[in-house]
């Protein structure tokens, strides 16, 4: 009897949500099902293979520009004619040629192939998965609908992490391609069998869309809002690609942590996303409407500072670690879902497709120098105390512009 209550709630709770954004739910669980082994695991694997940091990081870089040029494209097709059915297919075919590449590479060559269709996947994919939400999230608020599929989103990438993780372990070695490949399948079959809304305009009408359909230019403080995304989604690739690899080659004086523990660490960071992201997203939504970038910078400020002391530690630098996951956590929950809603809103009526390609772009530009310039540092050095330093001042400093000119 419990477990049907229970179930009861679940599909209640479930079903209070409109179907169009249940399907977009979904669609981006499976993605990030698939994906989230290739965003955490691909450096690690690429390491044992042989590969440089540097050229693991110029992977990342190139897969960077690539998707910039993809956003460009992504951002004015949207604007143009609303629809994202066609792109969420192509990103899917992308991925699935990325991961093939990826599969097959034995040298730099083959890798950064690889990389470049990740990073033209990417490009087409995430401003078109972002661009529907607020048009089919009537009658929840954005920021809570965000929330929602940040949720499932942070679902799919714990799943693909820690069964990569045990797959690439105990099995073969790049499992993560052939996950990614599955679940690209699925979600073109759920984009093809579902009646998912073709035209965002048409949706707009029959909603009266409430997002300042009238406004022509940018928010006055759009430049600041960006440059602190720039900075938090910088973080999140350094932490995504060079963290596994600084753990693994050890600190100053902290000693090498096997690449299975470094698994097991970010498949934990993971679990505690999955369980902080709704509840976090929710609470966010009730707050102002920066509140969750004034408090993703701090907890990344506080984890980048912890990580840069852990550095010159040795046997109390696993606690250190374990503390700034959980401020890692808590910083992601809150951005994820307050970072496109922000853009969203400050993007002029006519801009709506081209603001989220730009979000989009501040992840990529996350990739273009970050991963690089610190697999440099890892390579010359042995260990990147200085990034993190260097990313906990300059959030350090942004939270104090923000709290200052726009609390």
Same mark, same amino acid.
């Given at each position: ?34 994906? &989230?082994?290739? %965003?955490?695991?691909? =450096? +690690? ?11 693991? &990081? ?10 910039? !040029? ?23 075919? !992308? ?49 809570? @609908? ?5 949720? =499932? ?20 070695? $790049?499992? %993560? ?32 869309? #409430? ?8 928010? $006055?403080?759009?430049? !600041?809002?960006?440059?602190? %995304? ?28 096997? $690449? ?26 009730? $707050? ?17 500072? !912890? ?29 994820? #879902? ?8 400050? @993007? ?10 730009? +979000? ?9 120098? &970050?991963?690089?310039? =610190? ?8 260990? @990147? ?16 512009? %923000? ?5």
């Amino acid at each position: 009897m419990i477990s049907q209550n229970s179930f009861q709630i679940s599909k209640n709770w479930w079903n209070q949500f409109p179907y169009s954004l249940r399907l977009i739910t979904k669609i981006r669980f499976y993605a990030a099902f698939g994906a &989230g082994g290739v %965003i955490y695991l691909t =450096s +690690l694997i690429f390491n044992n293979i042989g590969l440089s940091a540097t050229n693991i &990081g110029l992977g990342f870089t190139i897969s960077a520009i690539v998707g910039t !040029l993809t956003r460009f494209f992504t951002g004015n097709y949207l604007n143009k004619t609303g629809q994202i059915k066609f792109l969420l297919i192509i990103s899917s075919i !992308l991925s699935i040629t990325a991961s093939l590449f990826l599969i097959f590479s034995r040298d730099t060559i083959l890798y950064i192939i690889g990389q470049s269709f990740v990073g033209a996947a990417a490009g087409i994919y995430w401003p078109a998965a972002e661009f529907g939400v607020p048009y089919f999230c009537h009658p929840i608020d954005t920021r809570k @609908a965000y929330a929602l599929v940040r949720s =499932s989103e942070a679902l799919g990438i714990f799943l693909g992490v820690f069964l990569g993780g045990f797959m690439t372990n105990f099995m073969y070695s $790049k499992s %993560i391609f052939i996950n990614d490949i599955f679940c690209m399948f699925v979600v073109i079959y759920l984009i093809s069998s579902s009646p998912i809304k073709r035209n965002i305009k048409n949706f707009q009408k029959k909603y009266l869309d #409430p997002i300042n359909q009238g406004q022509l230019k940018w928010n $006055k403080n759009s430049i !600041l809002i960006i440059t602190s %995304i720039l900075l938090i989604t910088t973080s999140l690739a350094l932490i995504q690609v060079t963290l596994p690899l600084d753990l693994v080659k050890g600190g100053f004086y902290r000693n090498a942590i096997s $690449k299975e523990i470094t698994s097991l660490i970010i498949s934990i960071q993971l679990i505690l996303l999955l369980f902080l992201q709704w509840p976090v997203g929710s609470w966010i939504s009730k $707050k102002g409407r920066l509140f969750g970038l004034k408090f993703s910078l701090m907890n990344f400020s506080l984890a980048s500072f !912890l990580l840069f002391i852990s550095s010159y530690l040795n046997i109390p630098a696993f606690y250190l670690i374990s503390f700034s996951l959980i401020l890692i956590s808590l910083g992601t929950a809150s951005f994820l #879902p307050t970072s496109t809603d922000v853009v969203f809103r400050i @993007a002029p009526s006519n801009k709506k497709g081209f603001a989220l390609a730009l +979000l989009s772009q501040c992840f990529a530009m996350g990739y273009f120098l &970050g991963p690089f310039v =610190s697999g440099r540092i890892l390579d010359v050095y042995g260990y @990147a105390s200085i990034i993190w330093l260097s990313i906990s001042c300059c959030c350090f400093i942004l939270f104090a512009i %923000i709290l200052k000119r726009l609390f």
